[in-house]
């Protein structure tokens, strides 16, 4: 290969390759990226069910269940406008507290939303930028309350 | 007093970098006299920097809580340790570190490269200074370590309690010194683009940096991936997580960057790729810093949840990534080709490589950013996890994995031996192990029963250059270079065996009951209290028997008080053929305890794959120098004996 040549086709490798990485990277995310839907979301009929997404929300206050065999869990998320009822076969990350945030990896059958994991909230300065308007709006709504 | 000292530091080798940039423009309209100065103000630039790292490592280590980033991120309480590692487990002071080390490499690049040209060597001493410069500024404008608190307090708010852990202790630094190690191979590119020697000469004198560097970033990412298994208490390695694609990302520019450096270093060849490949690298690395700093990401570790941050970083990266970028078109266009090759050559397979390598880079970039770019553009949110990265970048992992065996095989410039005949061994293993996977476990996922078949393959395959020849006196970085393909076939192993045998158990158990879990059996004697320095926890007594193996395990739930917050101890046992990996959960409302059990078959070769990986690196390394050292005695023979 003459050195010209030889560049022209180094060239057009890495472009081709670039051009690869672009097309594969669309067809992935086309069919495996997960949307983050909130309750209301949900609702408003957004979600297919099967199709695997995140959930996000506030634990409702005193709507966490233990079924018999110990290790699952039904509870309710929460954005202030709607509710999802959710179910989770697992321990459950450290902070998971009914009133605080969580985020739900899964899909919705049959109106229930079915949990692989629930993402851990691992400090309490930590807080998934998803939920932060909602905790932000939460917070508002508790101070006109008082 | 000390931590005004460590400012003042600071803001004298911010100036000096300032210096070294003004030296560098001198320089480049030709000014040579100027070397000398520079290379002492680098030096001295490097010692500054480390003069305020130890400061900040002094307030952490008394506990002085009239400095806020103390008070924030420590506790008087804490085991020394972690007062220590608390210093750089927190923004202001990771980035203190990241500038530190890219200020000592300066140094050391000015004390050490003797190989490059001059005036090659102070346009990339004045790039460095301009990197640093750009750091100096984000630090002391917004995110000063040293700024104090008043009144001060009595006590911190502690660091988040999963950061407590040995882990943590090795694996930022490891990360960063590999992440700021690229930094050296970047001010090479941009120096030799603004020279215009890009040459055999300049690859080798930044080979070792890039060598370094990798070796640096193989350690941190392998340990970082054990950390998560281990302290995450989810039983897996990897997560995709995006700050673990932060770190993946420059990993994979690096490894091209390596493969491309010896083709200029040994044939002159692809100058032009070779730079922006070292561009690449390192703009990876930043954009790395940038995720995870700028605090944009859902993740565990994006703590600095701070918009200013945030810009302030991005334009940084956008006006180093942008300046370099501009450069290579300006000047790439204008570099000689080198030496040409034939299709059929070890040049063809190494680009070969490196195309792989770039379209995985590629993949995993728009991963990670699409959610970014999503929400920026539509305000939709969304997630890009596991499914999309293994079902992408797994397949193509696999075919460079099997390209692997090939590449080493074939000569420089032109392959002329029917180099397919070395290859039936490899592939029959490969062929068997598919065959074995096929007959005894027909449910088995493509992907696991692919790794099996080409880990065989590959195992044998990454040995081969060490055949048809003395294999003791082939040199240490053929060596090297066997071991870390070696390495990769183990890794392989490891995680397929992992996907494909793992077998798991969720249950509640009361004390005296037993569970089962792969070959074993796992009875819960008692669940205790107990409690550390800074935390208590209720620890499980876990007996484990599988035939004469006879072993107890202790999971523990610590709860920590400052800040507050629960985590998961989990307790392994490691085998020869696999890891027991236990968790203890929480006590249901009947008394009996959440238990969750794993049997990893073979889980630790990911690991060991990884640490061979990086020891073919270290013997490759070693070898490079070893030899460059018996040359260099060899020419001072010469020349003291008279012939020269």
Known sequence: MKPKNQRLVLVSAALVAVLVAVLLAMWGLRSQASFFYTPADIAAGKARDGEAMRLGGMVQRGSVKHLPDGVTIRFLVTDGKAQTPVVYRGIVPDLFREGSGAVAEGRMENGTFIADTILAKHDERYMPPQLGNLAAEHKAGKTLEK | ?644
């Open chain 2, 1 to 644: 007093m000390i931590a005004e000292a460590g400012l003042a530091a600071l803001w004298l080798a911010a100036g000096l970098a300032a210096f070294q940039f003004l030296l560098m423009i001198l320089s480049l309209r030709g000014a040579a006299e100027v070397g000398r100065a520079m290379r002492s103000i680098a030096v001295v630039q490097g010692a500054l920097t480390l003069i305020a790292f130890a400061m900040l490592l002094i307030v952490f280590a008394r506990s002085d809580m009239s400095v806020a980033l103390v008070f924030k991120n420590s506790s008087a309480v804490k085991p020394f340790i972690y007062k220590l590692a608390g210093a750089w487990g927190n923004h202001e002071g990771s980035m203190l570190m990241w500038v530190t080390i890219l200020a000592v490499a300066g140094a050391f690049l000015a004390l050490l490269s003797h190989r490059t040209s001059e005036r090659t060597l102070l346009a990339a001493l004045g790039a460095q200074a301009v990197l640093a410069l750009g750091f100096y500024a984000f630090l002391l404008i917004a995110s000063n370590p040293f700024s104090r608190l008043w009144p001060a307090a009595l006590d911190g708010r502690g660091l988040n309690p999963l950061l407590q852990d040995p882990g943590l202790a090795f694996h930022p630094p490891t990360l960063y010194l590999g992440y700021v190690g690229l930094s050296v191979a970047f001010s090479l590119a941009v120096g030799a683009l603004l020279t215009g020697e890009v040459d055999s000469k300049l690859a080798r004198a930044m080979r070792p940096w890039v060598l370094g560097a990798w070796i640096l970033l193989t350690l941190g990412i392998t340990a970082g991936s054990y950390w998560a298994y281990y302290e995450l208490g989810w039983g897996g390695y990897w997560f995709w997580d995006p700050v673990e694609n932060a770190s993946l990302m420059p990993w994979l520019a690096a490894t091209a960057l390596l493969h491309s450096i010896n083709v200029l270093a040994a044939r002159g060849a692809l100058k032009a790729w070779t730079m922006m490949l070292a561009v690449i690298a390192f703009s990876m690395s930043m954009v790395g810093t940038f995720l995870v700093r700028s605090g944009i990401l859902t993740s565990v570790h994006a703590f600095a949840i701070d918009p200013e941050r945030g810009t302030f970083l991005l334009a940084l990266l956008a006006i180093y990534v942008g300046a370099a970028f501009t450069l290579f078109a300006i000047r790439g266009a204008t570099l000689k080709e080198g030496a040409p090759f034939e299709l059929v050559s070890r040049e063809s397979g190494l680009v070969i490589n490196n195309l792989i390598l770039t379209v995985i880079l590629g993949v995993v970039f728009v991963g990670t950013l699409y959610p970014l770019f999503v929400e920026a553009v539509s305000g939709e949110k969304l997630s890009v996890g596991a499914p999309y990265f293994n079902a992408v970048a797994g397949p193509l992992a696999l075919l460079l994995a099997v390209l692997v065996g090939i590449g080493p095989l074939l000569a420089w410039r032109r392959e002329t031996r029917p180099v397919f005949k070395q290859l039936p061994v490899p592939a029959l293993l490969g062929v068997t192990a598919l065959a074995i996977t096929i007959i005894l476990w027909p449910a088995m996922h493509i992907l696991p029963r692919l790794g099996f078949m080409v880990a065989a393959y590959l195992a044998a395959a990454s040995i081969l250059p060490l055949t048809g020849r003395n294999p003791l006196r082939a040199p240490l970085a053929t060596w090297g270079m066997v071991v870390a393909h070696f390495g990769i076939a183990v890794a392989l192993l490891g995680m397929a065996s992992n996907a494909a045998f793992t077998s798991e158990r969720l249950a509640i158990a009361r004390p005296g009951e037993i569970l089962s879990v792969g070959p074993w059996q796992v009875q819960l004697q008692e669940v205790t209290p107990t409690a550390g320095k800074n935390w208590t926890a209720v620890e499980a007594e876990l007996r484990a028997a599988r035939g004469d193996d006879l072993v107890t395990l202790a999971p523990q739930t610590r709860y920590f008080s400052d800040p507050p917050m629960e985590t998961n101890e989990s307790a392994i046992r490691t085998f020869w053929n696999g890891q027991l990996y236990t968790v203890v959960g929480k006590q249901d409302a009947s008394g009996a305890w959440q238990l969750r059990l794993w049997w990893k078959p073979f889980v630790t070769l990911i690991w060991a794959g990884g640490a061979l990986i990086a020891l073919g690196g270290a013997l490759a390394l070693l070898g490079r120098i070893w030899r460059r050292r018996a040359r260099h005695s060899a020419d001072t023979d010469f020349r003291r004996r008279g012939y020269a």
